[in-house]
């Protein structure tokens, strides 16, 4: 038989273990729905610099969480079950980086977006996605909390979670994002410890995406998450998308008044 070995856990391997064991302890469910974003698709590839499926996806999402009061809520369950409402909306988009030799995740974190424009929002999620991890005062945090000892994480995220409401969206956001296909291959569901967790597209088929939403069942039923991702679908091919076409706009030069003969 041959002989096998221990690999220790990298920072990056303990913090997604981290994260998986408390969304794991959430009752969860999932929808989705394909949607016609090729109106929206059109625009996007007009429009220099390029703008992501993800900083689309994120100011849509932000502009209906200023709208329905749940998405900016989450369960606790001390010192008694109830819930809990926060003003802002703070996205949490998972990034995928090579630190060290590895592909790892960190959580780059998005303070009320539906204040900041797309451009604004595509500057952010390209300097996490580029910037030297050490430079990323996130990423070094999260780098720091990954190497403290197994207890000491667990009573940090619990006192995160449980007894520091007011400081949860800053550490874990309101609202989680990431990937959910690629290659025609699609996620069911998402493991998240937000209340709810976006599944972005970023290769829409013929003009068709799929959204996924997955949801803390304690916090949303069934009905209201699906008039959430109605609400995503109109915002998106409504503001959203008339954003986009004012930034098309601005870059096309008004024609040249013809000149007046003397």
């Known amino acids: 038989m041959s002989k096998g070995k221990v690999i220790p856990l990298s920072n990056g391997r303990r913090l997604v273990d981290d994260v998986i064991r408390i969304a794991r302890s959430q009752p969860i469910a999932s929808f989705y729905r394909d949607v016609d974003v090729s109106a929206v698709d059109k625009l996007r590839k007009q429009i220099k610099p390029k703008l992501s499926w993800n900083a689309i996806m994120m100011k849509a999402f932000a502009l209906v969480s200023e709208q329905v009061p749940e998405l900016r809520q989450f369960y606790r369950k001390f010192p008694w079950p109830h819930l809990y409402q926060v003003e802002e909306s703070v996205a949490q988009l998972t990034v995928g980086r090579e630190d060290d030799g590895e592909v790892r995740l960190y959580f780059a974190r998005f303070r009320n977006p539906h204040h900041l424009s797309l451009h604004q929002i595509q500057e952010k999620i390209d300097y996490f996605q580029t910037a030297p991890i ?24 619990w006192s995160l979670m449980e007894a520091w409401p007011t400081q949860r969206p800053t550490y874990m956001g309101t609202f989680g994002m990431t990937l959910s296909g690629f290659n025609n291959t699609f996620a069911s569901s998402l493991l998240s410890p937000n209340t709810t967790s976006l599944g972005v597209d970023p290769t829409p088929r013929n003009g068709i995406a799929r959204i996924l939403l997955t949801f803390d069942h304690r916090v949303l039923d069934g009905k209201p998450t699906i008039d959430i991702i109605s609400k995503l679908y109109s915002t998106l091919v409504g503001p959203v998308q008339q954003e986009m076409e004012r930034l098309i706009a601005e870059k096309t030069p008004l024609p040249e008044s013809p000149s007046v003969a003397a």
């Open 134 to 157: 050490s430079e990323i005062k996130q990423f070094r945090h999260q780098d720091r909390f990954a190497a403290l000892p197994g207890p000491l994480r667990r009573f940090l995220w």
